[in-house]
């Protein structure tokens, strides 16, 4: 179900809009997938930024079994 609501904008800004959608798509619609594209990038940047944490905090155990890893290639391979 769809809400409705009524923002005030900018002549400008409108003008921008309605270049943008041209005749096929209605502000309403534009301005909706405008919204749902921004907070679709900003939960995956909340998400990165989540991920980005557990990994430092954790980097140094993974580096030193990543070096482990790697030298057992290098012993099991000469």
Same mark, same amino acid.
């Given at each position: 179900? +769809?809400? +409705?609501t009524s923002i005030p904008l900018s002549r400008e800004l409108l003008a921008? *809009?309605?270049a943008a959608t041209g005749s096929k798509t209605s502000r309403s619609a534009f301005i909706e997938? *405008? &919204?749902?594209?921004?907070?679709k990038r900003k939960i995956?940047? /909340? *998400?990165?930024?989540?991920d980005r944490e557990r990994l430092n905090r954790h980097a140094a155990k &993974?580096?030193? /079994?990543?070096a482990d *890893? &790697?030298?057992?290639?290098r012993c099991g391979t000469g």
């Amino acid at each position: 179900m +769809k809400g +409705k609501t009524s923002i005030p904008l900018s002549r400008e800004l409108l003008a921008a *809009v309605d270049a943008a959608t041209g005749s096929k798509t209605s502000r309403s619609a534009f301005i909706e997938g *405008v &919204l749902r594209r921004y907070f679709k990038r900003k939960i995956r940047a /909340e *998400v990165g930024a989540r991920d980005r944490e557990r990994l430092n905090r954790h980097a140094a155990k &993974l580096n030193r /079994e990543m070096a482990d *890893v &790697l030298t057992y290639q290098r012993c099991g391979t000469g």
